[in-house]
């Protein structure tokens, strides 16, 4: 018997000192997640086909986050590259000026190919995609709100519906405003709108969580309209779930497809009413255009979304970083839509992730039952436990201890049970 219990002993003194693999719980929740993979090996990027742009005079752009390993592989291991990815056999993609760009199929979400897809950069316009996203659900469109001054604090110069001060909407005219004309004081209003009691910054704060529930990680908005703000960035990735999202509300697919509307008079204010269009190209020239949206800045440069369907089949093309010669942003992105409808059905290099997947995947699993202490053991101090844990060597010391407990119990039951089976007089 006393043989039997140290031996017992023993194996559980080996359990309990097995070190744990390192870095084997970020392994398993990597595993859980279907939307990251951790690449095997950095692949040679293949360099993009490039058109030759004319020199042009342009602000610094802004230095991005650095980038995190798990974010530049949400949808697949071959997205992480800032070069060319395209399906095996693909023809060649036209040559763009755009620094980054993505093809995706808006029904199935595989991704068709792409230059440089989780690589950063600024948003310009294309942004009120997200403030779309984000509020369209959460506004009545027939609601009638009032303008202020401060929904016109806008950049000089900067692009406008003519709003005024006062002025009072329906808000589906904000949102025609914005889509058509790319209104930074109608984003302003509509951030303000949904905001609830912290006004246009909770209406960022919203746009924010709402990318990363898309699994949109490297967007974060700073300004509701896509005006240049510190550390605001996005990718062409996050862009085509961003465009997925609105194109699967039929409200947003409406007033992207609306060639023009007008701007109702504000009599009160001595203000005639007047007509505004749609600014996005591809609506008037390109055959199943679905819509999308066009942006500038002296950061961004030319930014582009646009979506078509052709037989049957849906895609979606964004675009970074662009200049307008030798093509302009919609150009550039209808023949990128081009070349993808021209792939396969099965074509793909990645997908894109569903929303709330990086939410499902990144939530904690719940925590085991606690086991019961034996019946006498002393109580254990958390605090202890947390101090001693902190320490170098600290898992060898608390095995060794558990273990010598472990041997020592099994020698006490084993004289327990020699001493009943002793004659009693």
Request: aromatic fraction near 6%; charged fraction near 20%.
């Given at each position: 018997m006393r043989v039997r219990a140290f031996s017992v002993a023993v194996v559980v003194l080996a359990i309990v000192a097995t070190p744990a693999t390192p870095g084997m719980a970020a392994v398993t929740d990597r595993a859980a997640m279907s939307s990251v993979s951790t690449p095997t090996a950095a692949p040679v990027a293949v360099p993009c086909p490039k058109a030759v742009a004319p020199k042009v005079t342009r602000s610094p752009r802004p230095t991005p986050p650095p980038s995190d390993p798990e974010h530049q592989v949400v949808g697949g291991d071959l997205l992480a590259t800032p070069g060319l990815v395209v399906p095996p056999g693909a023809p060649?993609?036209?040559?763009?000026?755009?620094?980054?760009?993505?093809?995706?199929?808006?029904?199935?979400?595989?991704?068709?190919?792409?230059?440089?897809?989780?690589?950063?950069?600024?948003?310009?316009?294309?942004?009120?995609?997200?403030?779309?996203?984000?509020?369209?659900?959460?506004?009545?469109?027939q609601q009638v709100i009032r303008v202020t001054r401060e929904d016109l604090d806008i950049a000089p110069g900067s692009s406008a519906v003519g709003l005024l001060p006062g002025g009072r909407y329906r808000v589906e005219t904000l949102w025609l405003g914005l889509l058509l004309q790319s209104g930074n004081e109608a984003a302003n209003a509509l951030a303000r709108l949904g905001g609830g009691p912290d006004g246009a910054a909770g209406g960022v704060r919203a746009m924010n969580e709402y990318a990363r529930h898309l699994g949109a990680l490297q967007t974060h908005a700073v300004t509701p309209s896509g005006l240049d703000g510190p550390g605001q960035f996005t990718s062409a990735y996050d862009l085509a779930l961003i465009a997925r999202a609105c194109f699967a509300d039929p409200t947003f697919r409406r007033y992207a497809l609306t060639e023009r509307t007008r701007i109702p008079a504000q009599r009160g204010l001595g203000a005639r009413g007047f007509q505004i269009q749609n600014e996005n190209q591809l609506v008037y020239r390109y055959p199943g255009a679905l819509g999308g949206k066009t942006g500038f800045t002296d950061y961004a440069r030319h930014t582009y979304v646009g979506a078509a369907e052709r037989d049957g089949r849906r895609l979606v093309v964004t675009l970074l970083g662009a200049e307008p010669r030798p093509q302009r942003g919609?150009?550039?992105?209808?023949?990128?839509?081009?070349?993808?409808?021209?792939?396969?059905?099965?074509?793909?290099?990645?997908?894109?992730?569903?929303?709330?997947?990086?939410?499902?995947?990144?939530?904690?699993?719940?925590?085991?039952?606690?086991?019961?202490?034996?019946?006498?053991?002393?109580?254990?101090?958390?605090?202890?436990?947390?101090?001693?844990?902190?320490?170098?060597?600290?898992?060898?010391?608390?095995?060794?201890?558990?273990?010598?407990?472990?041997?020592?119990?099994?020698?006490?039951?084993?004289?327990?049970?020699?001493a009943s089976r002793r004659p009693r007089g």
């Amino acid at each position: 018997m006393r043989v039997r219990a140290f031996s017992v002993a023993v194996v559980v003194l080996a359990i309990v000192a097995t070190p744990a693999t390192p870095g084997m719980a970020a392994v398993t929740d990597r595993a859980a997640m279907s939307s990251v993979s951790t690449p095997t090996a950095a692949p040679v990027a293949v360099p993009c086909p490039k058109a030759v742009a004319p020199k042009v005079t342009r602000s610094p752009r802004p230095t991005p986050p650095p980038s995190d390993p798990e974010h530049q592989v949400v949808g697949g291991d071959l997205l992480a590259t800032p070069g060319l990815v395209v399906p095996p056999g693909a023809p060649v993609p036209p040559k763009v000026t755009a620094t980054s760009w993505l093809v995706a199929d808006l029904d199935t979400g595989a991704v068709l190919g792409g230059c440089g897809p989780h690589e950063y950069a600024t948003p310009a316009s294309v942004q009120k995609l997200l403030l779309a996203a984000t509020m369209l659900p959460r506004l009545d469109p027939q609601q009638v709100i009032r303008v202020t001054r401060e929904d016109l604090d806008i950049a000089p110069g900067s692009s406008a519906v003519g709003l005024l001060p006062g002025g009072r909407y329906r808000v589906e005219t904000l949102w025609l405003g914005l889509l058509l004309q790319s209104g930074n004081e109608a984003a302003n209003a509509l951030a303000r709108l949904g905001g609830g009691p912290d006004g246009a910054a909770g209406g960022v704060r919203a746009m924010n969580e709402y990318a990363r529930h898309l699994g949109a990680l490297q967007t974060h908005a700073v300004t509701p309209s896509g005006l240049d703000g510190p550390g605001q960035f996005t990718s062409a990735y996050d862009l085509a779930l961003i465009a997925r999202a609105c194109f699967a509300d039929p409200t947003f697919r409406r007033y992207a497809l609306t060639e023009r509307t007008r701007i109702p008079a504000q009599r009160g204010l001595g203000a005639r009413g007047f007509q505004i269009q749609n600014e996005n190209q591809l609506v008037y020239r390109y055959p199943g255009a679905l819509g999308g949206k066009t942006g500038f800045t002296d950061y961004a440069r030319h930014t582009y979304v646009g979506a078509a369907e052709r037989d049957g089949r849906r895609l979606v093309v964004t675009l970074l970083g662009a200049e307008p010669r030798p093509q302009r942003g919609w150009e550039q992105g209808a023949a990128l839509l081009d070349w993808g409808f021209r792939l396969p059905r099965e074509a793909g290099v990645g997908r894109l992730v569903e929303p709330g997947e990086w939410d499902v995947a990144r939530t904690p699993a719940p925590p085991s039952p606690a086991v019961p202490a034996p019946a006498g053991a002393p109580p254990v101090s958390s605090t202890t436990s947390a101090a001693v844990d902190d320490r170098p060597g600290a898992g060898l010391f608390v095995a060794l201890t558990v273990g010598v407990s472990a041997i020592a119990l099994a020698v006490v039951a084993a004289r327990r049970v020699r001493a009943s089976r002793r004659p009693r007089g």
